[in-house]
């Protein structure tokens, strides 16, 4: 009933920005959550960032002080501003949307980020 699709990924030299964006359609719901996770090759899927429908915010250590998520409520979107990006930040990053009351989750396709030189 959710769908998501990403924007924004693609190749970035060390230092540099990226802005992922997530825009949902379908029937969706007021009281939801929005995030980004990622995933490397090899490695775990870990959550990067998360904001509530309130606009509270949660980051990921590795990415404080570097990345920022924000949201437009109105047009159901989410976006990740990247900066400083590092090597260790390559993987595909994935947007989730999260149904408070039935904790139920939606993924996005997933968008790569590649940070090389």
């Known amino acids: 009933q959710v769908q998501l699709v990403e924007s924004g990924g693609g190749l970035v030299q060390p230092g540099g920005s990226l802005r992922l964006s997530c825009a949902a359609s379908?029937?969706?719901?007021?009281?939801?959550?929005m995030g980004w996770y990622r995933q490397a090759p090899g490695k775990q899927r870990e959550l990067v960032a998360a904001?509530?429908?309130?606009?509270?915010?949660n980051y990921a250590d590795s990415v404080k002080g570097r990345f920022t998520i924000s949201r437009d409520n109105a047009k159901n979107t989410v976006f990740l501003q990247m900066n400083s990006l590092k090597p260790e930040d390559t993987a595909v990053y994935y947007c989730n949307l999260h149904y408070v009351l039935s904790k139920t989750d939606y993924w996005g396709q997933g968008t790569q980020v590649t940070v090389s030189s």
């Open positions: 904001i509530t429908n309130g606009g509270t915010t």
């Open positions: 379908g029937s969706i719901f007021s009281l939801y959550a």
